[in-house]
C-alpha cells in the first residue's frame, strides 16, 4: 500500500489525509487499528485467516464487523444494521463498514497478493440499481489499493433472486472484483447457467459439505469454471478431513483460526489429503 512504498508520510499523516478526503467519521487508535461511528455505534474490524488447503499458507482473509462502546462489545452486527431502518441509512453503514475494513488491512499488511474478502449486505444489492462496487472503487483509488485484490462475498438469499444474481456479479466484475458466492441447495451443476458469470469463489459451508452426495461432482464443477471452492466454517476435525478429502482450495473456520483484531498470517500446519 501506499504507506509501504517510498512514502513520505508516516502512517498517521496518510491517515489524515485519507479521512480528510471523505465523509466517514474514522478514527485511528494509538496501536494503528481504525474504527468509525455510525450513529452511537463504534465500529470496526475483526479478520479470520483463509488457507490455502494444499500449502497451508494464507491466501487472504475474511473481514466481519464488530460494534465497540467503552471498549466492550455493544451490538451483534445484525443489530447494528437493523438500526439503518432506511435505505440511504444502509448505503452509508455498509459502505462505512468495508472502508473500515480496508483501512485496517492494508494499513496493517504488507502481502501484495493476499485478498479482502468482504461482505455486502443483501438489502444494499438491491437498494443500489446500476454501478455495484463504484463507491468502495472510489475509496479503493484512494487508498491505492486494486480491486482485483478484494473479494466480494455475494449473501446466499440473493441466490433466490436468478436475476439479481447475474446483473450484481456483472457490475461488480466488470470494475474488476473478484465474486464469492455461497452454495445452496444439493445440485453439483450447481449455478452451471452462470456460464461466464460464474463465481470466481464458491463457498460452502463444512457441515453442509458432510451432507452432501456428490462432492467430488460439485467440486469438478466448480473447478471446470475456473473457479476455487472455499470450505468455510470448519469447527471440528472430522470436517477439516473431510474438507481436504473433496478436493476443496481453501480453508477457512474456528478450528483453523479465530477472528482477531489484527492481521494474522501464521502458516496452517500442511495436513495430508486422506485416501478416499
Known amino acids: 500500500m501506499n504507506t ?4 513520505t508520510h508516516s502512517a498517521l499523516d496518510e491517515f489524515e489525509l485519507i479521512n480528510s478526503a471523505t465523509d466517514y467519521a474514522l478514527k485511528r487508535a494509538p496501536n494503528g487499528w481504525i474504527s468509525g461511528y455510525f450513529y452511537q455505534c ?3 474490524s475483526v479478520f479470520q485467516r483463509i488457507f ?4 497451508g499458507r494464507t491466501i487472504g482473509h475474511a473481514a466481519y464487523v ?5 471498549e466492550e462489545i455493544a451490538l451483534w452486527p445484525w443489530q447494528v444494521f437493523a438500526m439503518a431502518s432506511k435505505d440511504d441509512q ?3 453503514l455498509d459502505r462505512l463498514c468495508r472502508a473500515i475494513h480496508a483501512l485496517n ?3 496493517n499488511h504488507s502481502s501484495q497478493s493476499d485478498n479482502l474478502y468482504v461482505e455486502v449486505h443483501p438489502r444494499l444489492l438491491e437498494s443500489v440499481k ?4 463504484r463507491a468502495f472503487e472510489n475509496f479503493l483509488d484512494l487508498i491505492g489499493v486494486k480491486t482485483s485484490r478484494v473479494v466480494i462475498e455475494i449473501p446466499a438469499i440473493i441466490n433466490r433472486n436468478w436475476k439479481l444474481l447475474q446483473h450484481v456479479i456483472g457490475n461488480y466484475r466488470s470494475r474488476g472484483y473478484r465474486i464469492a458466492a455461497n452454495y445452496t441447495g444439493s445440485r453439483s451443476d450447481w449455478m452451471a447457467e452462470l456460464g461466464s458469470l460464474y463465481p470466481d469463489v464458491v463457498r460452502i459451508s463444512a457441515s453442509d459439505l458432510l451432507r452432501h452426495e456428490a462432492v467430488t461432482a460439485l467440486t469438478d464443477t466448480v473447478h471446470s469454471f475456473g473457479a476455487s471452492v472455499l470450505v468455510r466454517d470448519i469447527e471440528t476435525p472430522e470436517q ?14 474456528n478450528l483453523l483460526g479465530k477472528t482477531a483484531s489484527a492481521i494474522e498470517t501464521a502458516e496452517l500446519a500442511v495436513i495430508a489429503k486422506p485416501v478416499n
Do not use: C, V
Request: charged content about 30%; proline content about 0%; overall charge negative.
Open 105 to 107: 488491512y492494508y494499513f
Open 90 to 92: 444502509l448505503i452509508e
Open 66 to 70: 464488530r460494534s465497540k462502546s467503552n
Open 240 to 253: 477439516l478431513i473431510g474438507a481436504k478429502r473433496s478436493d476443496a482450495d481453501y480453508l477457512q473456520g
Open 42 to 44: 463504534e465500529l470496526t
Open 130 to 133: 446500476d454501478d455495484h462496487g
Open 52 to 55: 490455502s488447503a494444499d500449502h
Open 4 to 7: 509501504k512504498a517510498n512514502n
